[in-house]
């Protein structure tokens, strides 16, 4: 069971906006930055967000990343076939002393 | 170029010991932290390890306390982990990661090895 809760999929037709929610709690998202990965089976994951909103170089201004409260949240506007992949959100948690992942969400490109 | 080489995967029986070693260039390996994230067949990312730039702070998944070590050489740009005991749920990839930071509390993993599969079977 992920310490960070994620839903396990998410859906949009070509050009909408997708959001992955990221559930966390007073000692991990609420005290911490938040960072983001994308993944494609058979593949390493991929650096999408730092620091709950800023981006890597090469990641397109259409990703972004948002906090409130223990809630972050990984938004995908002008949604291309190209994003389909698996998002996992990660941070630090201060009471277990470690990074803890998300369950992962899958989203599909209707 | 950033390159995380891993190498240590293989075939198991329970109980047995893995030490997976990561051998890492193009970067100044003692500036930043690094550590171990592994995924289960069909499964979601797990952190399982972490450990500082200089080596001297460690953290560990709760879970995975007491089984697992890491380690490293910056002498050698070398990231280890030794895993004893080894169960059927260690099976997985488990992927060598570059901290963006000399800290892990930053938990940002700017590159990522292409990962080594430790398969535990009897």
């Known amino acids: 069971q992920a310490v960070l809760t994620q839903p396990p999929s998410v859906s949009a037709a070509p050009g909408q906006k997708v959001t992955i929610s990221c559930s966390g709690s007073r000692t991990n998202i609420a005290v911490s930055y938040v960072s983001w990965y994308q993944q494609f089976a058979g593949s390493a994951p991929k650096l999408l967000v730092y620091d709950t909103d800023k981006r890597p170089s090469g990641i397109p201004g259409r990703v972004s990343g948002s906090k409130s409260g223990t809630t972050a949240t990984l938004a995908i506007t002008g949604l291309q076939t190209e994003d389909e992949a698996d998002y996992y959100c990660?941070?630090?948690?201060?009471?277990?002393?470690?990074?803890?992942f998300g369950g992962g969400t899958k989203v599909t490109v209707l | 170029e950033f390159q995380l080489l891993e190498s240590g995967g293989g075939l198991v029986q329970p109980g047995g010991s893995r030490r997976l070693s990561c051998v890492a260039s193009?970067?100044?390996?003692?500036?930043?932290?690094m550590g171990w994230v592994r995924q289960a067949p069909g499964k979601g990312l797990e952190w399982v390890a972490g450990?500082?730039?200089?080596?001297?702070?460690?953290f560990y998944a709760d879970s995975l306390k007491g089984r697992f070590t890491i380690s490293r050489d910056n002498s050698k740009s070398t990231l280890h982990l030794q895993i004893n005991n080894l169960r059927v749920e260690d099976t997985a990839v488990y992927y060598c990661a570059k901290d963006f930071s000399i800290v892990v509390q930053a938990a940002i993993v700017d590159h990522w090895g292409q990962g080594t599969l430790v398969t535990v079977s009897s």
């Open positions: 450990i500082s730039g200089g080596g001297d702070a460690t």
């Open positions: 193009g970067f100044s390996f003692r500036s930043y932290a």
């Open positions: 990660a941070t630090w948690d201060t009471g277990l002393r470690a990074v803890v």
